[in-house]
Structure formats: structure tokens, C-alpha cells
């Protein structure tokens, strides 16, 4: 392997946090104790901690010396117009409004625009985004490319939309009772994949002949743009800042997860260029979040955003974001483990239908694959399969996603690469020791988004 094919840190560590070792036996406790849900287990009994890339990133010196200038007024904090002018520079949308995180805005936005009985459109689902939708009745549809449901398909921008179905849908359902197009960038359930320069352009343009409204979801909208420099053709020379702009350009709005790409620990926004939907989402906001000023969030934490995302659009640093989720992925494929492919931009997913094959999806193969890589080597993870995908809430039927999968989602700028040989080591481990991994059933079941909070045991 050639290791110069991965860029290194443009950082240096100034402070550090120790992290408990456990053994196997300890953990195997902790594990029934949480009830075979990694979500349940206490971060102090995690060695490498890969639950989620959201609001676990490491803060720079830069950000923390903003915390210092937090402007805590209940209103008109100058924290929040060094945010509103950072997003606005950024993005390129008119209007911003802030939220306590990404589902703050999901939740206003899904409340304005969507009347009940209408469709969003979407490339695959996310489970808070589509709860929102589907809470203010609206119907959710899966538009992304085929591709994207296989996890072999190893072709790039897997999470495009496909416009024929897009099409198709409008030619159903009648432009109308297409409340807006939802398009998340990167696609995070398909294993972070990106979509391309030119289907956003195609998109927009078929939205816009429809009159239909256009929002991203733009979570990593960064990494998206990186891989738009690195595998699109005519972008190469372009800085990812300008990319980042560009995608926007084809959007009437998104919403936005502060606690990913933004670089901070919490937090998100809601931007838009329509002045109606606007005033609208300013009604909301003091309902649910705060004042159009804070939103939710403290002075501190909007500088630390603002400044956050001043250097998530930096080309250096998101070429090594990029290149070190690789290297993780590629020692997996080098060793046989079956993945995602291609490896996505903010996590490796582990393929756990070829992993397990001795198991059957109601066995709940991912679920299973994740709470064993904890017992073995201390490295938590998440499940991205059966379980997350939940019910219908109309049939109260399962959805069955294709995709069964584990996600090792990597923070950002908080591991080494030696991290991640730890990572790879025990994965492969356990794919040696596959047979060993048995079935999970239900014990517990949550009525809404099943799997924070879902109990199972050993079948
Ligand atoms: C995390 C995430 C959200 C929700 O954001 P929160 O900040 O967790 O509320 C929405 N969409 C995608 C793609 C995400 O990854």
C-alpha cells in the first residue's frame, strides 16, 4: 500500500483527552446492559468512539478563542450577524434562520411547506428529515439512482437523483402535490455518497420548469464539494469554496446540521431565499427554538460555527477529511471486508449482508455486527439497517431497506491514523471470526425513530 496517498494532518494537537481502556469481559457486560443498542452504552466505556460523525468534532484553537467571545444577549447577539454574514457569503441564500441543530430546521421547514397528502421527493430517506415530513403529513419518496441500494456498485456520485423517476413522480402526482424536492448532499445513507455538479444543475432545471421548489439538505455539503473537485470533470482547478457556493446556486434553501461539516459540537440553520417563507419561518422559530437571533443556540456556540465554517471550506483540510475516511476503507477492502463502495465522505460502511450471511434480516444483521465489534475491540459504531429504517407510520408495515449496513462514521480532526489501524484491525478480526456473530431480536421497540432507543437480546 502506498501510505503517501493519504494526506496528513494540516494541524497540530494542542490539547488532549485520555480514554479508558475496557476488556473484553467488561464489555460484554456493558453490551447486554445496554441491550445490544450502541446508542445505549456510556461514552466512558468506548475506546474508539465511531457512533457518529455529528458534534463530535474537535474544535480548532481559533474556534475556541471565539467561545471566548460569546455576545450571550438574549437578542441581537453579535455572534449571530457574524453568522448570518458567514452563511450568507458562503451559500449565496438571502435569508438565514438558526436552529438548535439540523432536525430544528427540518421541523420548520417540513411545518411551512409541506400541506398534508403532499409528496417530498428525496434521494433516500434520513430518518429525522423524513420524520418531519412524514409528522406534517407528508408522503416521502425515494428518487435516488438505483445504484445507490448496492453496496457493489462501485460507481462515482452514487447519491444523484434519478430524473427519470423524478419525472415520473411529477407526471403522477401532478407538480402541485409536490410539496419540494428534498436533496441531501452528501446522501448520508447511501454511505455518504456525493451527488454531482451536474445533477444539481439537472435537478434545479426540472424543478424550476415544474415550479417546484428545490431544498438540500446540506449537512456535508463540503465533502460533497470535494469530491465534485476530485471526480468531476472541468472542477479540478475550482477551490471547494466556490463549488460549495455553486451547489447552493441551484437551490432555493436548505437546512442545515451544524454539528458535521460546520466543525462545532452543536447547532444548525435554515436558510432560504423567499421572503414569505421566510417571515413564516421567523414566526416558528421563537416557537420551538428561540429568537430569530440565537435560535436555540448560546452567543459562543454561533461564533464557534461561524469560524467553524470559515475553515471547513479550506482545501487542505477537507482533502485529508477525505483521504483519511479512505485510508480506513481501503485497508478494509484490502483485507476482503465487504463495504460500501465507493467509500463515502464522512463514514465506512460495512456491508453486513455479505459480512454475515449466515444471518437473515430479521435477525437484524447490522444491529448484531455492531454490538460484537464493541465487545471485541472496544470501537463503537451504528447501525444503518432494518432497524433504523423503522415502520411505515400509515401500515405500521417495516420498511425493508436493501442496504444493511454498519457505519464506522469518522469525527473530524479527532483521531489519528493510528486510530484507525486499531479500527481496521479489529474489523478484520471479526470478519475472520464471522461465524461466531449471532442474531439479535427485538426486546423493546419505540414507537418514533426506534433505533436511539431500542433494547434487543442474543437469539
Ligand atoms: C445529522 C443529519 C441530520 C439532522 O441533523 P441534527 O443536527 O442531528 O439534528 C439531517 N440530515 C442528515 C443527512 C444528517 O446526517
Redesign the pocket.
Known amino acids: 500500500m502506498n501510505y503517501n496517498k493519504y494526506a496528513a494532518e494540516p494541524f497540530r494537537i494542542k490539547s488532549v483527552e485520555y480514554v479508558e481502556m475496557t476488556t473484553q469481559k467488561q464489555r460484554e457486560e456493558r453490551m447486554q446492559q445496554a441491550g445490544y443498542n450502541t446508542f445505549l452504552l456510556d461514552s466512558k466505556d468506548v475506546y474508539i468512539d465511531l457512533l457518529t460523525d ?1 458534534g463530535t468534532n474537535a474544535m480548532s484553537d481559533n474556534q475556541w478563542a471565539g467561545i471566548m467571545h460569546g455576545d450571550e444577549a438574549y437578542a441581537g447577539s453579535r455572534n449571530w450577524y457574524h453568522l448570518e454574514k458567514t452563511v450568507q457569503e458562503l451559500f449565496g441564500f438571502k435569508y438565514v434562520v438558526p436552529t438548535h ?4 430546521a ?1 421541523n420548520l421547514l417540513s411545518t411551512i411547506a409541506i400541506k398534508p397528502g403532499q409528496y417530498v421527493p428525496g434521494n433516500m430517506y ?1 430518518t ?2 423524513r420524520y418531519h415530513q412524514e409528522a406534517n403529513g407528508g408522503i416521502f419518496r425515494d428518487v435516488i439512482v438505483d445504484a445507490a441500494h448496492d453496496s457493489t456498485a462501485n460507481i462515482p456520485f452514487k447519491g444523484n437523483v434519478d430524473l427519470a423517476k423524478l419525472e415520473a413522480l411529477i407526471a403522477e402526482v401532478g407538480a402541485e402535490q409536490i410539496a419540494y424536492v428534498c436533496v ?1 448532499i452528501t446522501c ?1 445513507l447511501a454511505g455518504g455518497q456525493p451527488v454531482s455538479m451536474q445533477n444539481l444543475r439537472e435537478v434545479s432545471a426540472l424543478c424550476r420548469k415544474h415550479n417546484i421548489l428545490l431544498f438540500m ?1 446540506a ?2 455539503c463540503v465533502e460533497n464539494a470535494y469530491f465534485i473537485k476530485e471526480q468531476e470533470a472541468g472542477y479540478e482547478q475550482t477551490s471547494v469554496k466556490d463549488i460549495v457556493r455553486e451547489q447552493f446556486s441551484y437551490a432555493d434553501g436548505c ?1 442545515m ?4 461539516d460546520c466543525l462545532t459540537n452543536i447547532g ?1 440553520f435554515l436558510c432560504m431565499n423567499d421572503e414569505n417563507l421566510f417571515q413564516e419561518a421567523k414566526e416558528l422559530v421563537v416557537v420551538f427554538e428561540g429568537m430569530p437571533s440565537y435560535g436555540g443556540m448560546a452567543g459562543r456556540d454561533m461564533e464557534a460555527m461561524a469560524r467553524g465554517l470559515q475553515e471547513s471550506v479550506q482545501d487542505e483540510y477537507i482533502k485529508y477529511r477525505i483521504e483519511h475516511v479512505r485510508y480506513l476503507g481501503d485497508r478494509l477492502l484490502e483485507a476482503g471486508v465487504p463495504i460500501v463502495e465507493p467509500i463515502g465522505g464522512h463514514a465506512v460502511f460495512l456491508d453486513a449482508h455479505r459480512f454475515c450471511p449466515h444471518l437473515k434480516q430479521n435477525e437484524l444483521p447490522a444491529q448484531s455486527l455492531a454490538a460484537h465489534l464493541y465487545i471485541a475491540s472496544g470501537v463503537r459504531s451504528m447501525e444503518r439497517g432494518i432497524v433504523s429504517a423503522g415502520r411505515d407510520p400509515n401500515t405500521g408495515h417495516e420498511h425493508v431497506p436493501k442496504l444493511e449496513t454498519v457505519r464506522l462514521t469518522i469525527p473530524r480532526r479527532v483521531y489519528t491514523y493510528k486510530h484507525l489501524d486499531v479500527v481496521a484491525d479489529a474489523v478484520i478480526h471479526l470478519y475472520n471470526n464471522r461465524n461466531q456473530i449471532r442474531g439479535l431480536k427485538w426486546v423493546y421497540e419505540p414507537k418514533r425513530l426506534r433505533f436511539f432507543t431500542g433494547r434487543f437480546e442474543l437469539m
Open positions: 455529528s441543530q439540523g432536525r430544528g427540518e434520513f429525522t428529515t441531501a448520508n439538505d449537512t456535508r437546512t446540521s451544524g454539528k458535521k444548525g
